[in-house]
């Protein structure tokens, strides 16, 4: 393969990285009847169940989509047994009443077949995954129902599974109208509270090994300026448990906390649990005298007493038998270290010497490892694995509406690769600088290997908004390669690093310049989407992955706001983007609101530019912006598309330099809805967008070479949309 058919699939690989997925309709049909992960008929039942079903559909939107964004962070949350994933996730952990809950679950399997064949009952969808949640609504309990049959589902090795949330449930007599009524409902929505929601993901393998899966996530619905005499109702699980598992080869590690928040000096229940889920009965393991699981906390306790795993000891002193599918427990046990010329010295050997874990006030984020290989002698198999979990020592346990200014993290996984992006906390306030990190991850079969990316560095930053309205922070390539060797489980951790462009026209520019260049990322008051993006190979060479993680932090100089939930009021109707970014393109979409009102204008905004500067580029569209408009709630949907005679145009370009476009109807290429108008030009009216009711997609495209017409030059593609809703009033 040339390098030229190589740099095009990279730039398909990359456009492709803004996706779309349009929603569709579902039907589902339940039978009141709860069954296990495999259907087998069971005998007769002395009581019948009395079913009220309705289903949700929720149109789920990628990372790089398009639509509003949500109100702070998105909620998210994985579980595994052996080689299967559980994933919940809302596009938002905070939702006003009446508003549309977004929330939707994926089944992946990650084992070492080319696909993973399961028997299971039919649950949301026909799915292995079925949805609940645990808080009675309007009287009654939304606990999912199984449907009475015999599925068999085939799940492609890293390929996700996924199952829009879906209303179900069984009772022995009928529940109350008021919740029957928001049963039948469309949608989901939910009333004031904290909500703890969970998928349940129940299956067979080929009949022979079993699965159960649980992952929970909690909501809140509240008022944006809720009334101190009317408080979100009170949540019956407000201090839910903390666990995290990882696996390598035929060994799984969990750890767990019973619950997130302590009182100081109160006994810190955790415990680390590894299984053997291999082919053999048993097998010995030979390890450190120090544990078979180890633990530490990754803060020092009291400023000055390290609690590692950094000092275990290097002996093979242990060997231990465990047999596969058995969990072996352990509590957690402290090593670690303390200067003993310390004035509190005798405090801190006591502290070591109890074998209760009690800790002061603060964030703690502990962690348990377990190792052991051939480095022990004999035939021990090999594993690494680590663990971590966060909890809270506060003075007062938060109240389970409360939000004290929490870390915010996202996870991609691709293959044998995870991103993870990272702020130390949700809330800041301006000027301030932003702790953010990014960390990529190795979890293949080799123990070392080498990947080609961007000479940028494996990780590459970005802010969705403009910087001051002006600065686009983003990836910059110069279409040059690097490479990086990693080893297996260990981490490369980056912090974010700045690299943008702005107009050297701006009256600002010398201010945009100070701040690009500036170590610390701080930014001014709103509500900001920062990204890590990691992709490879560079030009053909290395293992091939794509990946991308997206947070949401807010900035406001409320000192009544922290903690408590981030209530950035002024962005109540702020604009809506949609991007694209292959490193030295890039294409933003703007709408000026999420909502309009009918006859009102709709306010769009395109803009793109190139990091490396041409003389002349060929445009394969003109006006250089394609749209498309579609209308998401359409029923009976009509579709009409133009081909202009003009497929490429010589555009004098300036490096750096952004091009503004003014959109109009020469841009339209197609359109789908209920009524189309007789021509383009109809849907403008003094030069401006006008649609009818509606809720509508607009997506914008641009492609070209960099080269004039009729010459060789490399190409590029990128698209990317925006969803807005046109109403009849606006409230």
Request: aromatic share 8%.
């Amino acid at each position: 393969m040339n390098d030229d058919q190589v740099l095009r699939d990279r730039l398909a690989n990359l456009a492709a990285a803004v996706p779309v997925r349009p929603s569709s309709p579902m039907a589902m049909v339940r039978r009141p009847v709860r069954l296990g992960p495999a259907f087998r008929p069971a005998s007769g039942r002395s009581w019948v169940l009395v079913a009220l079903v309705a289903t949700l559909l929720v149109a789920a939107v990628g990372i790089l989509g398009s639509g509003s964004q949500p109100a702070y962070g998105p909620v998210v949350e994985t579980v595994r047994q052996g080689d299967f994933e559980l994933t919940i996730r809302s596009a938002k952990g905070l939702y006003a009443p009446g508003e549309p809950i977004n929330i939707e679950a994926s089944l992946t399997y990650r084992g070492t077949e080319a696909e993973a064949h399961v028997i299971h009952a039919g649950g949301a969808a026909s799915s292995p995954i079925n949805f609940l949640i645990r808080e009675p609504i309007f009287g009654a309990t939304l606990d999912g129902i199984w449907e009475a049959s015999r599925n068999r589902t085939s799940l492609t090795r890293g390929v996700a599974l996924d199952v829009p949330f879906a209303k179900s449930g069984g009772w022995q007599s009928p529940p109350p109208e008021e919740f029957q009524t928001w049963l039948a409902a469309p949608g989901l929505q939910l009333p004031s509270g904290t909500w703890h929601v969970a998928a349940i993901a129940e299956f067979s393998v080929d009949d022979v090994q079993e699965f159960k899966l649980e992952a929970e996530i909690a909501i809140t619905v509240e008022s944006p300026t809720p009334s101190p005499t009317d408080p979100p109702a009170p949540t019956e699980r407000a201090n839910p448990e903390q666990s995290t598992t990882v696996r390598d080869g035929d060994f799984e590690l969990t750890l767990r906390s019973d619950k997130t928040y302590y009182l100081p000096d109160e006994p810190i229940d955790v415990t680390g649990t590894l299984t053997y889920l291999g082919t053999e009965d048993i097998v010995t393991v030979n390890h450190s005298s120090t544990g078979l699981v180890r633990f530490g906390v990754r803060e020092p306790i009291f400023g000055v007493v390290e609690l590692t795993t950094r000092y275990d000891l290097a002996d093979c002193g242990k060997r231990t038998d465990i047999e596969r599918g058995a969990p072996v427990e352990q509590p957690f046990g402290k090593t670690g270290i303390f200067p003993s010329d310390h004035p509190e010295a005798e405090a801190f050997r006591a502290f070591m010497k109890d074998p209760v874990l009690r800790l002061p006030t603060g964030t703690w984020h502990i962690y348990a490892k377990a190792g052991f290989g051939p480095v022990c002698g004999g035939s021990s198999p090999a594993a690494s694995l680590e663990a971590e979990i966060t909890i809270e020592v506060e003075a007062v346990v938060p109240a389970p509406t409360e939000i004290a200014n929490p870390t915010q993290s996202a996870t991609a996984r691709d293959g044998d690769f995870e991103l993870t992006l990272r702020s130390d906390k949700t809330h800041y306030a301006p000027n301030v600088p932003i702790d953010v990190s990014a960390t990529l991850t190795y979890h293949g079969g080799s123990q070392t290997v080498e990947i080609t990316h961007d000479s940028g560095g494996p990780i590459l930053f970005g802010i969705r908004e403009k910087v001051f309205g002006a600065i686009q922070v983003g990836g910059i390539s110069r279409l040059v390669c690097g490479s990086t060797t990693m080893s297996r489980d260990d981490p490369i951790v980056k912090r974010f690093r700045k690299s943008g462009s702005f107009s050297n026209e701006h009256p600002d520019a010398d201010m945009h310049q100070a701040w690009i260049a500036d170590p610390e990322l701080r930014l001014p008051e709103g509500t900001w989407h920062l990204y890590a993006a990691s992709s490879g190979p560079c030009l053909g060479g290395g293992p091939t992955y794509n990946l991308m993680a997206e947070i949401e932090i807010v900035v406001d100089d409320d000192p009544a706001a922290t903690p408590g939930h981030p209530t950035p009021t002024e962005w109540a109707d702020k604009p809506v983007y949609g991007g694209a970014d292959i490193g030295w393109v890039v294409l933003q979409l703007k709408s000026t609101h999420a909502r309009y009102e009918a006859g009102e204008p709709v306010e769009l905004e395109a803009s793109y530019w190139f990091a490396d500067g041409k003389p002349l580029v060929a445009s394969h569209f003109y006006p250089e912006v394609a749209l498309s408009i579609e209308q998401l709630d359409a029923i009976d949907p009509q579709t009409r598309t133009i081909i202009y005679d003009s497929d490429c145009v010589d555009l004098g370009m300036v490096e750096g330099a952004e091009r503004l476009l003014v959109l109009g109807p020469g841009n339209v290429t197609s359109m789908s809805a209920d009524l189309l108008p007789p021509d383009f030009e109809d849907l403008f009216v003094d030069g401006t967008l006008r649609l009818p009711v509606g809720r509508w997609r607009i997506s914008a495209s641009v492609e070209g070479t960099f080269a004039a017409c009729g010459e060789r030059g490399d190409p590029y593609a990128l698209a990317t949309a925006v969803e807005i809703e046109v109403v009849e009033h606006l409230p």
